[in-house]
């Protein structure tokens, strides 16, 4: 059982327990007590945390490219919330902090866009989060560039990061995820390249416009959950560029 104090001092911490088998992820939560008193001093409320984790590839050769928006979105999450990423735990770079009173824990896999699951799987386990509570973050080439879109569940759309996170929930799809559109390859240019090129400078300016949009959604998403403000945000972005 884990105590925090209100934000933004919330702290997490997770019994010592040798294993956590994977099967445990669907039915396991982990209540956050935050300090919130009522009136006569007496009342508390608890949180169930959020595990948010942004897909890419470790090392400045990727640094800005379309596979790493996952790591540009976590690390507009992490500046807008004050959140320090400055600790190395079940090969991922992580941070733990806070929207409102609502604790979180962000993470960057740091053993390559295909091995991301070795770092989810691993995490939830441990901090006992819910599928319902772990949000992924990733690269998507059905969406126009900066184009977002939040859904509470869906497969891997041959996504080779959301693939090995899949496979380390034990195939569960039901946990959300925040799309980041970066377009098709141009004409018949091979996809990896594609993916591993930097944006031109109208392309980023989308990107940025976009990652700023995501962290009001994510702050949206754990606060209120997939209520009717991010079905609006949905819509919103489905038609962003579209010309009237």
């Known amino acids: 059982m884990l105590n925090a104090v209100s934000a933004p001092n919330t702290c997490i911490f997770c019994p010592r327990i040798p294993q956590f088998p994977q099967k445990r992820l669907v039915s396991t939560k982990l209540c956050v007590r935050a300090s919130l008193p009522d009136e006569n001093g007496r009342f508390k409320v608890e949180y169930t945390p959020w595990l948010i984790v942004g897909l890419g590839n470790p090392g400045n050769k990727y640094h800005g490219t379309r596979h ?7 690390d507009h999450i992490a500046q807008a919330q004050g959140v320090l990423m400055n600790t190395v735990q079940s090969k991922a770079l992580i941070g733990i902090g806070s929207i409102g009173e609502v ?5 960057k896999p740091q053993a390559y866009m295909n091995f991301s699951g070795e770092s989810v799987g691993p995490l939830a386990a441990h901090y006992q989060v819910p599928l319902r509570h772990i949000l992924v973050i990733y690269d998507e080439m059905s969406l126009m560039n900066g184009v977002l879109r939040l859904q509470p569940k869906g497969g891997h759309g041959h996504h080779t990061g959301m693939k090995s996170v899949m496979g380390h929930l034990d195939g569960c799809r039901d946990f959300p995820r925040l799309c980041i559109g970066i377009g098709n390859p141009p004409g ?6 594609f993916l591993l090129q930097k944006f031109s400078s109208v392309e980023q300016k989308q990107i940025d416009a976009a990652l700023e949009q995501g962290v009001e959604a994510v702050r949206s998403l754990v606060l ?3 209520s009717s403000n991010i079905t609006r945000f949905n819509m919103g972005q489905k038609y962003k560029y579209h010309k009237v």
């Open 224 to 226: 209120n959950g997939f």
């Open 103 to 107: 604790p979180i824990l962000l993470a």
């Open 188 to 193: 018949n240019m091979d996809m990896k390249a």
């Open 68 to 74: 790493n928006v996952g790591f540009e979105m976590i």
